[in-house]
């Protein structure tokens, strides 16, 4: 339901929202060239470079009046996360791929307990990665070291020689080898893992194929340079086979995660698919030295299985610091209806001392977002001498017929602004790729 103060803020006379002009399937057009947009003592800032990205300083509050964390962050659209403790301060981190190539990066400030993550750059020590990245202490000596792709689809090796103090990656290689000095192929759509998996002191490396299978891999030796070689084990790792639930029969792109979500001391497996609109989950039923991943995958968590749009991503880490694994799922969309996750797409599951899995949040990182291609347009909604926002999308995130214009209210001043979520224009047709603009329609003033 549209908040009143919405049609409070139409009613007002010569509002600027009744001469709105709405264009379904708009091109947006910027209303001033681009070189004027910004003023550095008085002159057009021409030079890219001059321009420094915010996402904090203004504060915006959603409709139930909470403060949104980041709020010119942007969204996410297809959220690859990761955890690691990039800066040796004994908590986690976090990383997000949304792009090829390039990393988010948000730093956890927070003292003790539940983190609190703040944005640093989009460009994480500008290290190129492909469509991928994965942390893994490929050299097993303690710290994370870096795994990405290379095009195409072979696997490039970043050591961090940081030791216990702050990640310092070198890349080490741009492919990894087999003991026969051939390079190793992963399916640049799929996502790998890899992880000591019977505690050998021998990294294994696994390799989800489009066959729905799992390729291992075992580090045998070291080359010159100290970068491990690898044996090919199987292409048939624990004889798993995932078949989504799509029409009972499809099987697609994957990503899975590997370690101790039953906190009994061997690595489980987490799956997600393209055509899977869940998470599963393989539980180890064997021991350490012995794995035994031979069990029915269980849509998770086991008590009220997660559902969105498919494909979706785990990541584990005792994000809370409390001695167990959480997990932060980024959804990549799949097969199944993607406006489920247009917003919703960062979800965090916390573990309980019962071992069970509750979801704390589907937004872990909260942006002014709406949904995907979204256009602002600023003006005086209201007349009170500051400019209001409005907010398209292509389509609405609950309602797949039309897309929607939000409006946030300027609580502040003209100087010092401060916007609130108050909610949907009302009254408006269904129509898809909603652009504002204003302008005098009628040449009243």
């Avoid at 890219?48 to 904090?56: C, G, M, Q």
């Avoid at 400030?109 to 944005?119: C, H, P, V």
């Avoid at 340079?225 to 697609?252: L, N, V």
């Avoid at 007349?383 to 609950?398: Q, Y």
Wanted: hydrophobic share 40%; with cysteine.
């Amino acid at each position: 339901m549209a908040d009143p103060r919405v049609a409070r803020l139409a009613a007002v006379p010569g509002a600027r929202i009744l001469g709105l002009a709405l264009v379904a399937l708009a091109t947006p057009v910027l209303a001033t060239p681009p070189a004027t947009l910004a003023q550095n003592g008085g002159l057009p800032v021409q030079d890219p470079s001059a321009w420094e990205r915010i996402v904090y300083g203004i504060e915006f509050r959603d409709e139930d009046g909470v403060v949104i964390d980041h709020p010119f962050l942007g969204g996410f659209n297809l959220p690859r996360p990761q955890l690691a403790d990039s800066d040796g301060d004994g908590d986690l981190d976090l990383f997000i791929q949304e792009r090829s190539n390039r990393v988010v990066f948000f730093r956890n400030i927070a003292a003790s307990g539940a983190s609190e993550y703040r944005w640093e750059t989009d460009n994480f020590e500008d290290l190129p990665v492909g469509e991928w990245f994965r942390f893994v202490d490929v050299d097993l000596d303690g710290d994370l070291d870096l795994l990405a792709e290379e095009l195409y689809s072979y696997i490039r090796y970043y050591r961090n020689d940081g030791g216990a103090g702050p990640a310092s990656y070198v890349l080490a290689t741009d492919t990894l080898k087999d003991v026969d000095g051939e390079p190793i192929f992963s399916d640049r759509q799929n996502i790998p893992n890899a992880a000591d998996i019977d505690f050998d002191g021998f990294l294994d490396l696994l390799i989800g194929r489009l066959t729905v299978t799992i390729t291992r891999y075992e580090a045998e030796t070291l080359d010159g340079d100290g970068i491990p070689r690898f044996r090919h084990i199987t292409d048939s790792f624990e004889d798993i086979e995932i078949i989504g639930a799509f029409q009972g029969t499809m099987h697609g792109a994957n990503t899975m995660a590997l370690d101790d979500v039953d906190q009994d001391g061997d690595h489980d497996l987490f799956w997600g698919d393209f055509f899977e609109p869940g998470l599963l989950l393989i539980q180890n039923t064997g021991t350490c030295a012995n794995p035994v991943l031979r069990g029915t995958p269980r849509s998770w968590p086991l008590s009220d299985p997660v559902e969105t749009s498919g494909y979706n991503a785990p990541a584990l880490g005792d994000v809370d610091r409390d001695g167990d694994m959480d997990l932060v799922m980024g959804v990549l969309g799949g097969a199944f209806n993607p406006n489920r996750s247009s917003v919703d797409n960062l979800h965090f599951f916390e573990q309980g001392s019962d071992g069970a899995f509750t979801e704390v949040t589907r937004r872990l990182i909260r942006a002014v977002d709406v949904g995907s291609e979204s256009y602002p347009a600023f003006n005086d909604l209201d007349r009170d001498g500051d400019l209001d926002l409005l907010l398209s999308n292509k389509i609405d995130f609950d309602n797949v017929r039309t897309g929607h214009l939000y409006v946030f209210e300027n609580t502040g001043s003209a100087t010092a602004p401060a916007f609130a979520a108050r909610g949907m224009v009302p009254g408006l047709p269904d129509a898809y790729h909603y652009a504002p603009t204003f302008g005098d329609l009628d040449g009243d003033g």
